[in-house]
T-cell receptor, first 110, second 119 residues
Framework: QKEVEQDPGPLSVPEGAIVSLNCTYSNSAFQYFMWYRQYSRKGPELLMYTYSSGNKEDGRFTAQVDKSSKYISLFIRDSQPSDSATYLCAMNQPGGKLIFGQGTELSVKP | GAVVSQHPSWVICKSGTSVKIECRSLDFQATTMFWYRQFPKQSLMLMATSNEGSKATYEQGVEKDKFLINHASLTLSTLTVTSAHPEDSSFYIC???????????????FGPGTRLTVL
């Protein structure tokens, strides 16, 4: 079993839809949870960062962490064609290596 | 967010030559930087961890004599691919760690990546 599992998609939605991206993990020692967005042929861009459990909102993006269920989510409201990219969840223990999900390829159709 | 730059963004070289890739953290000091390799449609594969002023730690299966890493300052790490061959062609990405010991921050900011093509 991989430490972090993420549905690879691809996921295709119409413009304006709400997108839900999810990851599960097995290591209860993870404390830092991140979502990165990666456009083709570019480096990952940090979108959301959460320490421990809870929700965090930034504009159209909301990150949720449920440590009891070992489950994290990223919600994108009012999705735009410019949101089309691969989304990577990532997490780590204090001082530990970043462990990535496989990435979910999202396409938002106009 | 913090900015990490990488240079060059794209390089083509002949088989047998060496290529150096630079990674800089522009607005924060990074005691730790990481080097990743990414193949098309795949997630990032960690190659090595680079700590300022000490030897890099390589992941299993990564040849340290092939991929030389130097982290001479708190804002610069370099990766040199020595005697490059076509199978080394890939997308190389660096990241810089932003961490507060014992604190609420421990994340990585990534550079834009370097596409290496070995002919």
């Amino acid at each position: 079993q991989k430490e972090v599992e993420q549905d690879p998609g691809p996921l295709s939605v119409p413009e304006g839809a709400i997108v839900s991206l999810n990851c599960t993990y097995s290591n209860s020692a993870f404390q830092y949870f991140m979502w990165y967005r990666q456009y083709s042929r570019k480096g990952p861009e940090l979108l959301m960062y959460t320490y421990s459990s809870g929700n965090k909102e930034d504009g159209r993006f909301t990150a949720q962490v449920d440590k009891s269920s070992k489950y994290i989510s990223l919600f994108i409201r009012d999705s735009q064609p410019s949101d089309s990219a691969t989304y990577l969840c990532a997490m780590n223990q204090p001082g530990g290596k970043l462990i990535f999900g496989q990435g979910t390829e999202l396409s938002v159709k106009p | 967010g913090a900015v990490v730059s990488q240079h060059p963004s794209w390089v083509i070289c002949k088989s047998g030559t060496s290529v150096k890739i630079e990674c800089r953290s522009l607005d924060f000091q990074a005691t730790t930087m990481f080097w990743y390799r990414q193949f098309p449609k795949q997630s990032l594969m960690l190659m090595a961890t680079s700590n300022e002023g000490s030897k890099a730690t390589y992941e299993q299966g990564v040849e340290k004599d092939k991929f030389l890493i130097n982290h001479a300052s708190l804002t610069l790490s370099t990766l040199t691919v020595t005697s490059a061959h076509p199978e080394d062609s890939s997308f190389y990405i660096c990241s810089a760690r932003d961490r507060q010991t014992g604190g609420r921050t421990d994340t990585q900011y990534f550079g834009p990546g370097t596409r290496l093509t070995v002919l």
